[in-house]
């Protein structure tokens, strides 16, 4: 990973892929099910040390 190499630790959610043929509604539920990993990496990130 490119991240890796250039010394970053980014913090990441991913989904299932494809998305591009996804319905509005396949896609609210792609979101909310990735939701509860994007809030733990964001609280995780403001978390001192």
Same mark, same amino acid.
């Given at each position: 990973? *490119? #991240?890796? %190499? @250039?010394?970053?630790? +980014?913090?990441?959610?991913?989904? =299932?892929? +494809?998305?591009? !043929? &996804? %319905? !509005? !509604?396949?896609? &609210?539920?792609? =979101? !909310? =099910? #990735?939701? +509860?990993?994007?809030?733990? &990496? @964001?609280?995780? %990130? *403001? #978390?001192?040390?």
């Amino acid at each position: 990973m *490119q #991240a890796k %190499s @250039l010394g970053v630790d +980014p913090a990441m959610v991913f989904v =299932a892929h +494809p998305i591009q !043929d &996804r %319905s !509005d !509604d396949e896609l &609210r539920a792609l =979101a !909310d =099910a #990735a939701l +509860p990993g994007i809030v733990q &990496r @964001l609280v995780a %990130s *403001q #978390a001192p040390g």
